[in-house]
Nanobody, 120 residues
């Protein structure tokens, strides 16, 4: 069974930092792009950042300069370093990855999410 498990969320004061991680486990053939999304109460889920297997990154325009996405291909893990956090960053953060699974094929997997709360 393939799973994506996020960790690193929590409560932090405005201006602080958090580092989220998401590890994919199970029978995995390949992972190309990995991504972070977030969803605040009453809002639609939005894309935060993406990273390809080659390390190419893209960010939501409003988050450039504060958030950094990275990955460890050997560990099938993606990270999100969040600096200068603001209360409006409060949301559930989800990792996402299209994964090719032996015997199952391509599927788009989501983690269960990790809560990030930024206090003012």
């Amino acid at each position: 069974q393939v799973q994506l498990v996020e960790s690193g969320g929590g409560l932090v004061q405005a201006g602080g930092s958090l580092r989220l991680s998401c590890a994919a486990s199970g029978s995995i053939f390949s992972i190309n792009s990995m991504a972070w999304y977030r969803q605040a109460p009453g809002k639609q889920r939005e894309l935060v950042a993406t990273i390809t297997s080659g390390g190419n990154t893209n960010y939501a325009d409003s988050l450039k300069g504060r958030f950094t996405i990275s990955r460890d291909n050997a560990k099938n893990t993606v990270y999100l370093q969040m600096n200068s956090l603001k209360p409006e960053d409060t949301a559930v953060y989800y990792c996402n990855a299209p994964i090719v699974v032996p015997g199952l094929g391509f599927r788009n997997y989501w983690g269960q999410g990790t809560q990030v709360t930024v206090s003012s």
